[in-house]
């Protein structure tokens, strides 16, 4: 007879000897615990419960358990959730239904231990061509994380849905693989603790600490660039998981190469296992995602407005939601239907003209930033490696987004002659169409050039 | 049982234990209040299986004894007796009370029956002034998430430090903190938390608030127990006992921003005025909205309803950092800045979709954090 027969064989017999009140009171929620060299432990839901059984009810459970089992001498009596199921049940991401415009502390979603949030899953994750790469690197983490790909990096533009992958493979391996230690920090906590940690003399502690984690996700890695020592001790936790054969899973908005800042040994290490890059969703994608948010939503918009927004919103996954929310609070709003003139004129504003507007300001400022470097050391004569590099970068989007004249480019960087203009946009062309890391990495700051 | 005692000890000790007392229909013991007389005292207990208080009173004991009685009866009998002295007297299960010439006689259930009201370490404890702990406790006590899907915030959190207690709720939407400062170490050992129940608080703040004698907390793994002293003698005049609620609080201090967009300073009178005005166009998601203008140095508080019309306000106030243009629910803001007790308050933004902080200017112990609503 195992724990649990044996107890509803007590409670069999016990609602003959005291009245339904009382039993229903008492025994509500009660179990075994276990059963060991003539012990029981039963597990009881509150202190109420325990001073009752203790006092009122022992001789009589012991004599029937001693009835069922000899063995047995002695009852033990103990408060608390040891095997509530209801704990198991994991607040469902759907079911809570509260008024959607209403804004949420999200960091209450998220599990203090892993710092994941369960909203994040594979089931409302969407593939396409655009990101079937990062798609099936991760699918293979999940089965076995550690052994293939590993480390595994993912980049992509804003709004893209990295994050989403990210916490979508923790939160999948907590479910096949519940005894694996999971971790997901964004790069800010990751510095932060590390800050903490040398602050309060702890850093042995918290490193040790990382290095029994099985799977290590750290999000938005580009934001390590020019923190050495968090970098340092990076390092170290990032050779003691690798060398153990733990996963680990980085993201950041552009290749390990382009990352300024970055020391080279790290960046090495982050080439060494899978890179995957998330691109931009094709229309048909487009149409998909909007499909299916719409549906999550509960908002009915025709096709013919999926359609539009599919067709003017290109860029930005999370744009496209932020469509739908407009939508979606309008319909509520006034009650009607949405056509398509009330959506032309609703997403005015988020959908740009085709004719975008940037100025020289804003796209060396775009640059300088994306390289980690002065304005002004852009705009100067410097001939060093890292710097040219962008200046070429920086004439080349001139000439190509502005259609700024050579001479008029070249008087810009102090007094350069048109044909530095010229040999700089013909390189960067070529390298664009030559290597995709390259190409990826302008398409990337013109994304940022216009989000600005 | 024999006892004689004063008539306002009875009333005010029935007064406080039967408060818990409810219908239970299940466990009808539970609506009745165990009266025990044991040496100079006659002892008062009532609980509904997650809370119990026990209250003291001095009186003459005759001959000691139990019984129960329905408590609520007992207590509105109490309330008609205008003579001093009482005397208590069981025969045969019936609580016989005399005043002068008048006896009333209540058929009572015997104290074998009465749950045996659970006993609590004396480990781990720390003494609190009952107003500052009351007060905090209801500068809380509102946010508590009303839901059991996710028990461990429906309660208060107290996490006990060396030389303070940080009470803590929320509800998802909103959160608000109050640290308790004592200006000297209070615990022995590390930090220690818990999760105390809404209900139990309440209790509290109704039966302490107008004491102001200090409280003794107790707590253990799963029980807390608060008790107040008699000032006559040393023996506690009252007990309250609660289960604590099971599971781990969210790291709230996370979602308590560190830095902001735009940090705006209001008169709290008249801020809370504007937005109650404002609050009648708001309709049904109780929406309202706040603009700020630096150049004419304040905001702009904004609502409107198709059915009813609309309300646009302005009031001068000093703002510094990004302009910014923000929804809330109006009842959201209304809970916070009535816990307030300041002159002004600072009105903290980190843009439209993230947590907005308010907080008392002069009183760094209490915060107030809301969502806003999603434009």
Redesign the interface.
Known sequence: MNEEEIWQSVLAQIQFHISPANFATWFKNTSVLSRKDGLVLISVPNNFSKEWMENKYNKLILEIIKSLDQGVREIKYITGSHNQKTKEMAPSPIAVLVEPEQLEFQELQVDKDTNLNPRYGFDNFIVGPFNELPFAAAMAITKSPGSVYNPLFVYGGVGLGKTHLLQAIGNQIIKDLPDKRIKYLSSEKLTSSIVNAIKNRAIDSLKNLYKTIDVLIVDDIQFLAGKEKTQEEFFHIFNALYEKNKQIILSSDRPPKAIPALEERLKSRFEGGMIADISFPDYETRLAILKTKAQEKGISVSDEIIEYIAVNIQRNVRELEGALNRLSAHQKMTGKTINLAITQALLKNIIKNPTKITSFKKIIKTVAEFYDLKEEEILCDSRKKEIVKPRQIAMFLLRTELKNSFPFIGRKFRGKDHTTAIYSCNKVSIEVEKNENFAGEIELIKQRIYNI | MKVILLKDNFKKGLSIVEKIVGKNL???ILNNVLIAAEKNFLGLST?D??I?IRYWILVKTEEEGKITIPAKLLSSLVNFISDEKITLEIKNQILQIQHKENINQINGLSSEEF?????IERKNSIEVNSIPFCQGLAQVIDFCAQTQ??PE?SGIYFNIQKDKISLAA?D??R?AEKIILFGKQIIENQESSFILPQKAARELINIFSAGDQKIKIFFS???VMFEYPLTEVDHPQVQVIS?LI?G?Y???I??IPTKYETEIVVQKEEFLNQIKAASLFSGK?N?IQIKTNIKKEGIEILSQNTDIGENKSFMPCKIEGKEAVISF?YRFLIDGLINMKSQEINLLLSGE?G?AVLKPIGDATYTY?V?????
């Open positions: 299940n466990l009808p609980t299986l997650e119990a749950p045996i009201i659970p006993k899907i996710r915030i929320t998802s939407f959160l793994n799963n029980q289960r099971d781990q969210p790291n709230y996370e979602i998601t929406e629910n979709e947590p954090v969502m806003p609503i999603k434009k």
